[in-house]
């Protein structure tokens, strides 16, 4: 999900039961969350802090990176939102840097 505030964060917790829900308030402001995610349950999942690019106050883009494992079977998913007024090239720049970190560790990925 993209586009969240800070009012519903506790209503979107608690909409679908049986999935964790994780997300993501911006550095840069207080305008709301950018990034949400639902995640069922039964999977073990854990919100990885090394893949995330970009966390300080002047960022200009939010971004939320979750392993996720059903037995042996691991993939990373990745949620990301690029403020419109924020460049091109160091939201490139950046996401490319973890991609590569995330490819590093040979487990398959999905960015959104």
């Not at 039964?42 to 300080?56: E, L």
């Amino acid at each position: 999900m993209s586009e969240i505030w800070p009012y519903n964060i506790e209503f979107y917790g608690n909409i679908l039961p049986g999935y964790a829900f994780h997300y993501v308030l911006p550095s840069s402001s207080s305008a709301g969350a950018r990034i949400g995610m639902y995640i069922k349950s039964k999977y073990a999942q854990v919100v990885v802090n090394d893949y995330v690019f970009c966390s300080s106050i002047n960022c200009q883009h939010e971004n939320l990176w979750i392993e996720i494992a059903n037995g042996e079977i691991k993939y990373s998913i990745g949620g990301i939102y690029r403020h419109p007024n924020g460049l091109v090239s160091e939201f490139s720049n950046n996401f490319e840097r973890t991609l590569h970190k995330i490819s590093q560790r040979n487990i398959p990925y999905l960015a959104i």
